[in-house]
């Protein structure tokens, strides 16, 4: 039994424990405006699928051939464990716009979403209704996925810490 007045150290701690893990969360909700954050998966459904590729372009709607396992591979890669980490400061001008939409050694993959996708991460990407994500050409190497809302280009991406699931659903697709 217990000694009256015998002060217990571990109910301080889970008080501090537990409003640390409230703090951390409270920041990374306001900050991202995603009270779900912490979620590591994505299930969105593309509203299209356009992948551009030596100046030609091949689009993916609902019920195509292709369309599935495009979307599967995205869900995939844009799950938070395959989110390496943040670019604060690349973006994408007119001229990378246009290489990325003519140019012959280029090959991204153009998402639409309708209503736009929050990707939940702890990295500050908000919701957006166009995900770039250049798999050859300007910036490839870097694995990024860029964000758009309303036609508006954000900067900053995404970085993904593993595309090859997307670079072999393209290469299936593809004809």
Do not use: C, K
Request: aromatic share 10%; proline share 8%; hydrophobic share 45%.
């Amino acid at each position: 039994m217990e000694e009256p007045g015998t002060p217990r150290l571990r109910d301080p701690l889970m008080v501090l424990a537990a409003l640390a893990m409230a703090l951390i969360w409270g920041v990374n909700a306001l900050t991202n405006r995603d009270p779900l954050w912490f979620w590591p998966w994505l299930n969105a459904q593309a509203a299209e699928i356009r992948i551009t590729t030596g100046g030609r372009e091949v689009a993916f709607v609902p019920g195509t051939s292709g369309y599935d396992r495009l979307n599967a591979a995205l869900n995939q890669a844009l799950s938070g464990f395959n989110l390496e980490g943040y670019e604060p400061q690349i973006g994408l001008s007119e001229a990378t716009l246009a290489e990325y939409r003519h140019g012959s050694q280029s090959l991204v993959l153009w998402v639409r979403y309708d209503p736009p996708v929050q990707i939940h991460t702890a990295f500050f990407f908000p919701r957006a209704d166009l995900l770039i994500i250049p798999l050859q050409g300007p910036h490839a190497e870097l694995r990024p996925v860029f964000g758009a809302l309303h036609g508006v280009i954000r900067l900053g991406a995404l970085r993904l810490r593993d595309r090859r699931m997307l670079e072999e659903a393209v290469r299936e697709v593809l004809p």
